[in-house]
């Protein structure tokens, strides 16, 4: 059995961490991370996006992938997770996991608008400043490059940004749709104007990052 394979290798390698949790004889949760993780830790554990919304593999799990981007500009993942649900009780026992594993909080952790996630992270890390990742207009691709353009833009800052963001909505004519006004209302948790003072490591801007790793992953798991 997997869990039996892994059990072995932490005999062999104790910088290995494998923690699990079995319900009736079912895998429910799982956290994985070797010597190569820790070592990137330490090195780069300041900022990371942390995005559960994939569930592509054939056994129905949610894959987590903690990401980063390292001073070469290639993605890293920190630790390698499975959740079966997306409870209150898997994120604490992920994240209290991945505490307990890398020892020290993160600087600046990036999430989607998941309101678990938000509790979750708040109670494990309550030292860490929680900001929400970059926004997609999927349905809007014609107004897509000038807002990424205005969402993205770090060098202006909250004033001027409130005057182009009403600037942009009159002149598309955007004032009905809901969503525009709801993500103006949570602007100081995720555009960058409001992050001038925080280095964020390019993960601000797209959730590509995630995934691709969930794509890699999947690629090469059984």
């Known amino acids: 059995m997997v869990i039996d394979k892994y059990l072995n ?22 956290f994985l991370a070797d010597e190569a993780a820790n070592a990137n830790y330490r090195e780069f554990g300041d900022v990371v996006s942390f995005d559960a919304k994939f569930r592509t593999n054939k056994h129905r799990t949610v894959f987590v992938p903690f990401t980063r981007i390292d001073n070469r500009g290639k993605s890293i993942t920190f630790a390698i997770n499975h959740l079966s649900s997306e409870t209150t009780e898997s994120y604490l026992w992920l994240l209290k996991t991945f505490l307990k594993t890398f020892g020290k909080q993160l600087i600046v952790v990036l999430t989607d608008e998941d309101v678990v996630m938000k509790i979750t992270i708040v109670r494990i890390f309550p030292d860490s400043r929680h900001r929400l990742l ?26 001027e940004f409130d005057i182009r963001w009403r600037s942009f909505i009159e002149d598309n004519k955007l004032q009905e749709i809901s969503w525009f006004s709801k993500m103006f209302d949570m602007r100081e948790s995720w555009i960058s104007a409001y992050f001038r003072d925080m280095p964020l490591s390019g993960l601000m801007r797209t959730t590509s990052r995630s995934q691709n790793m969930n794509y890699a992953f999947n690629k090469i798991s059984h």
């Open 9 to 30: 290798k932490m005999k062999e390698d104790p910088s290995l961490t494998f923690e699990f949790i079995c319900d009736k004889g079912k895998l429910v949760s799982l």
């Open 134 to 159: 970059c926004a997609e207009l999927s349905n809007h691709t014609k107004l897509k490059k000038r807002f990424n353009k205005l969402i993205s833009d770090s060098r202006i800052d909250a004033y």
